[in-house]
């Protein structure tokens, strides 16, 4: 086998082509103003889809969403530290029931928990306002963050830790020189993981939101109606995602 | 705290129902829960999406895997990029591709079997096999790392097989990550509920559809209902859960 059709670049190909082609498609429909079939390719092309995503709630529907991810996920690291810390550095000498509380949330429908939190949010006024569902979100987030984060401590960090105590460097310092370059790839992860997450929710957002638009609930019905202004609104549920991806990506790379 | 009063809340609402100004205790909505066929159709519907989904999943993952175990970065980069893509994003583009008159009829004629809507699911399970074969194949490089090459050469330097090896070492290796992350994949998919409104059936239907189409179709006890129907879903992740952790326990102990 020549090195042009190696195994490896085999591999690179087929696994580039299973996420490129299936995406791809969404770029091509998005702009495809009309394409029947059995036409492989588009009969006209055109912006009917962006016009009719971004004049509806879809605008709306992206700043909630984009102000709840993001509100969720810095709340959710700030939560998730402590716990994480804890955990990962084997301080607690039973472990196990903590660690299942913490991650109970991952095996209960969002739906559900939406759901069940609407009864105690439509009394404290939560419900249809983007502090209630942020609320739902973060039961959801927190788990993933959680166990993410925890991953990020340990003894190689403790240990940095009480070579930069013993240097001097006030707790402060010691975070800002240590403790966060040492886990900035889990910490990168986590953000990342927690924003996802948050961004594509629909069952609790569903549940909490009393009609709120955000962005997987105004862009479902178009599935069935409409693929063309389905596939414009999928575009601008993938650009924050992709953005997040990125950022995350060149965050991680640690100094330490 | 917040999941907890979730939970407590969902199970009020089901054992609720509000008369003129006041609340009274029932069982009704459990009663009419459990006698509905529609719902025993959606609970079998459900674990049967779940466990296929699941199955598939953790199989795709093993091989990618396996496969990459010796590759280098890009390719498992590669490999993860539709881990960060929205699952409702991934139903859109099957929409696209596998739905009556999509690309793949156009570029393959017409297909054997209905693959979006149909009424074995079968475009749900594609959907999650695809979104998350790869984030389970990441878990399971994690796991393997270099100190699980460096066994597997030892192994083959003593004269065990490629069959001995997968037994010997790597299965024991990926054993616990990869019933760790089909714990996750199978509650999640338990409760899914935007993918199969986006390529699943009218009917049967998963167990969250059928939660939202009660509190449509009944105003007098759909929320009741809703919440029971949901709480069984919950129910049905912790069982499977707990399942999965003692069948994956070594007879050992370990």
Redesign the interface.
């Known amino acids: 086998m020549t090195e042009r059709w190696s195994p ?1 670049r085999l ?2 190909a087929a ?2 082509a ?2 490129a082609l ?2 791809g ?2 770029v091509v ?1 998005a702009f495809a103003d009309a394409w029947r ?4 390719i588009p009969q006209r092309w055109g912006l009917r889809g962006l016009r009719e995503a971004l004049s509806g709630m879809a605008l709306d529907a992206f700043a909630n969403s984009l102000i709840v991810a993001i509100v969720v996920t810095v709340v959710a690291v700030a939560l998730a530290w402590p716990a994480a810390r804890v955990l990962g550095e084997r301080r607690l000498r039973h472990p196990a029931l903590p660690f299942l509380v913490l991650a ?17 949010f439509l009394r404290l006024g939560l419900v249809d306002a983007l502090p209630g569902l942020a ?1 739902a979100h ?2 959801i987030v927190l788990p993933y963050v959680t166990v993410v984060l925890l991953s990020a401590f340990g003894p190689p960090v403790t240990a940095l830790e009480e070579m930069a105590c013993s240097q001097g460097l006030t707790a402060l310092q010691r975070l800002r020189w240590v403790t966060l370059p040492a886990v900035r790839p889990s910490l990168a992860a986590a953000v ?1 993981l927690g924003f ?1 997450v948050s ?2 929710e ?2 609790s957002s ?1 549940a909490v939101g009393g009609g709120r638009p955000m962005l ?1 609930l105004v ?2 019905p178009f ?2 109606s409409d ?1 063309q202004v ?2 414009a609104l ?1 575009l601008l ?2 650009a924050p ?2 953005a ?2 990125v950022l995350a990506a060149r965050a991680a790379r640690s100094p330490l | 705290m ?2 907890g ?9 089901s054992v609720t129902r509000v008369e003129g100004d006041g609340e009274t205790v029932t069982l009704a909505a459990w009663r009419m829960l459990l006698r509905d066929p529609a719902f025993a159709d959606a609970v079998l519907f459900t674990v049967r999406i779940a466990v296929l989904a699941t199955a598939f999943s953790a199989a795709a993952a093993l091989l990618v895997a396996l ?2 175990r010796r ?1 280098g970065t ?2 498992r980069a ?2 993860a ?2 881990v ?10 099957a ?3 596998l739905a009556p ?1 999509g ?1 793949a ?3 393959l004629g017409a297909l054997p079997v209905d693959l979006v809507r149909d009424r074995a699911g079968v475009g749900i399970v594609l959907v999650y096999v ?1 979104k998350e074969a790869p984030f389970l194949a990441l878990l399971l490089l994690a796991a393997m790392g270099r100190g699980m090459l460096e066994r597997e050469e030892a192994a083959a330097v003593l004269g065990a097989t490629r069959w001995q090896r997968l037994r010997w070492v790597v299965w024991p290796t990926v054993r616990g990550p990869l019933v760790v992350g089909c ?2 994949v199978a ?1 999640f998919v ?2 899914a ?2 993918v199969p ?3 699943g059936p009218n009917a049967p239907l998963m ?2 559809e059928y ?2 189409q009660a509190t449509q179709n009944d105003l007098l006890v759909g929320e009741s209902l ?2 029971a129907a ?2 069984v ?2 129910a049905a ?2 069982v499977l ?1 707990v399942a999965a952790v003692r069948l994956a326990k070594d007879p050992q102990g370990d």
């Open positions: 490896r591999v690179a696994l580039a299973a996420f299936p995406i498609v969404l429909r079939a059995p036409a492989v109970l949330p991952l095996l209960v429908p969002s739906y559900a928990t939406g759901a069940g939190l609407t009864q105690w609320l973060l039961v990342l996802l961004w594509s629909y069952g569903l997987p862009l479902l599935v069935r693929p389905a596939s999928s549920f993938l995602a992709v997040a991806l | 917040l999941l009063g979730a939970l407590a809340g969902a199970l009020r609402t496969t990459l590759r890009p390719l590669l490999a990029l539709p960060p893509v929205p699952h409702l994003l991934v139903a859109v583009v929409v696209l591709w008159g690309l009829e156009r570029l695809y714990i996750v509650a338990l409760g509920f935007e409104l986006a390529v167990l969250a939660a939202q809703q919440a949901l709480l879903a919950a992740s912790i859960a």
